[in-house]
């Protein structure tokens, strides 16, 4: 069942958004919760957003047309296909804001859902304040360049990466890549064979600073150069700086990458330990 909620264009004028010539965001949430619904749906009446409340998950095409700017989702909401649902949802639309607001929840599920491609989590209970907030940090970092469209493509060795399709392809074939994974390489590539450090990049792709021990821009590194090589084998594209970071260069292969080529950017850590079945939330680390 879908509830659609248009926004007051009468909205207060000292509620809304500084930037007053900036369109009224578009926003989706996806809860249960009446109270939550209730207290957040009057503060964006007063913004002037338009916003829909879905009692239910619903396929990543529908939401594709709602045309949102952002959507906020409760993960219990989703049910045991949490996981699948968000990674379907990542993959198909790169350029939506997603901002999940749920129940208190484990390290390992945080981290988990960041890596699909999640660009916010928020533990309620939570202010409507911060999470309008968040939506607005994830939306101006989501919003690209007036002109990106007309950018024209990057090339490196056989690797094409083109940022109006959001894509990388080789011999005009798709990479196949996650929206974060084109967003790394096509960080990387900006660079112009400069090393960037795991903190910077973690700080560019997910907008606030990397906490200790966190892995997920090694993780990343490592899908996105499996891609690179299966697709293009006779070249060299990511390089690892041990302790530092990673560069990107288009450098011939004189033969199978080397095993110092694959290691992480960071010394070995302990990983974080896998949930216990007494933890909250739908689904868990596998």
């Excluded at 981290?111 to 533990?123: E, F, H, K, M, P």
């Excluded at 660079?191 to 200790?212: F, N, P, Q, T």
């Amino acid at each position: 069942m879908m509830e659609t909620i248009r926004a007051e264009q009468g909205g207060q004028a000292d509620a809304r958004s500084p930037s007053s010539t900036a369109p009224p965001l578009r926003v989706a949430v996806i809860d249960r919760d009446s109270g939550f619904i209730q207290v957040l749906s009057k503060r964006l009446d007063r913004l002037g957003w338009e916003h829909r409340v879905l009692g239910s998950p619903v396929p990543a095409d529908a939401i594709g047309a709602m045309r949102l700017s952002a959507l906020v989702v409760d993960l219990s909401v989703l049910g045991p296909q949490a996981w699948e649902w968000l990674e379907r949802l990542c993959g198909a639309l790169p350029d939506l804001g997603i901002v999940v607001c749920t129940s208190p929840s484990t390290v390992a599920q945080r981290v988990r859902g960041l890596r699909l491609g999640v660009d916010d989590w928020i533990t309620k209970p939570c202010h409507p304040e911060e999470v309008i907030a968040r939506i607005q940090s994830v939306v101006r970092r989501r919003r690209r360049p007036a002109g990106r469209a007309e950018v024209k493509s990057v090339t490196a060795g056989e690797v094409e990466i083109r940022s109006d399709r959001f894509q990388a392809f080789v011999g005009g074939r798709s990479l196949d890549l996650t929206r974060r994974e084109f967003e790394l390489i096509e960080l990387l590539a900006a660079a112009d064979g400069r090393v960037l450090e795991r903190e910077e990049i973690y700080s560019r792709l997910w907008g606030y600073a990397m906490v200790r021990g966190d892995r997920s821009v090694d993780v990343f590194v490592r899908k996105l150069r499996q891609k690179l090589e299966k697709s293009s084998p006779e070249w060299h594209y990511i390089h690892t700086h041990f302790g530092i970071g990673y560069r990107f260069a288009a450098e011939p292969a004189d033969g199978p990458a080397s095993a110092a080529e694959d290691e992480l950017a960071a010394p070995p850590l302990p990983e974080t330990p896998v949930p216990t079945a007494e933890e909250p939330l739908v689904a868990e680390l596998v």
